[in-house]
């Protein structure tokens, strides 16, 4: 299958945890998108890395939120020290290149107890 | 601060009839739009698309209008068939925001047999 793969997707994490996201994208993708969905809410962007480079990292909070896309492997979203506003559902999109169709993967679902 | 609304959470249209999803835009700055298409569970997905120098651009069933001068913007779906249910959301970039979309909080289309 060649589309945008995300795992797990369902996380479940106590408070204080930390919570690791993976996506990889499509292949020939280069480009990876973060963005979170809370409930009854739009997608908010987070975060637009290329290979081993975070191009636009606007939407993610300074604090406790990272991501990386290594040369080798998935992109990670991580989140240290999870809240309960850290509940939503976090999607992944990638692209051929900058201004191409974005391509979402299904999503994980974060839930903190 | 919204920048992209889209003020009807839901709509529920007769099968065979015309749906039309609204969407209203703040930032002129913006000269790309797109719409998405999610049903629950899963990732969205690209619909169409149409640039800032087009008022209009058709695939099939679906057309998107684009009114700049009001900042308004709409789809079409003709005719809607009950597969078309799901989640519709608008988004907007601007070349500067590669890949930054910014999207509104959607409207739940429903197309009754």
């Known amino acids: 299958n060649a589309g945008v793969m995300q795992n797990p997707r369902h996380l479940v994490r106590r408070r204080g945890q930390e919570a690791r996201l993976r996506c990889s994208p499509m292949?020939?993708?280069?480009?990876v998108y973060w963005y979170r969905q809370l409930p009854e809410e739009g997608l908010k962007f987070m975060v637009y890395?290329?290979?081993?480079?975070?191009?636009?990292e606007s939407g993610m909070p300074k604090e406790r939120f990272s991501a990386e896309f290594p040369k080798e492997g998935p992109s990670i979203l991580r989140i240290q020290q999870v809240v309960r506003g850290d509940s939503a559902a976090y999607f992944c999109a990638s692209s051929q290149g900058l201004n191409e169709k974005l391509f979402f993967g299904s999503g994980t679902q974060l839930s903190v107890l | 601060d919204q920048q992209v609304k889209q003020n009807s959470p839901s709509l529920s249209v007769q099968e065979g009839r015309i749906s039309i999803l609204n969407c209203d835009y703040t930032?002129?700055?913006?000269?790309?739009f797109l719409w998405y298409k999610k049903y629950p569970a899963e990732g969205p997905t690209f619909l169409i698309s149409i640039s800032s120098i087009k008022d209009k651009n058709e695939d099939g069933r679906f057309t998107v209008f684009l009114n700049k001068s009001a900042k308004h913007l709409s789809l079409h779906i003709v005719p809607s068939q009950p597969g078309d249910s799901a989640v519709y959301f608008c988004?907007?970039?601007?070349?500067?925001?590669?890949?930054?979309?910014?999207f509104g909080k959607g409207t739940k289309l429903s197309v009754k047999p």
């Open positions: 292949k020939g993708h280069s480009h």
């Open positions: 930032n002129s700055m913006f000269d790309y």
């Open positions: 890395l290329q290979k081993e480079n975070i191009i636009d």
């Open positions: 988004a907007a970039s601007d070349n500067k925001s590669q890949g930054n979309l910014i």
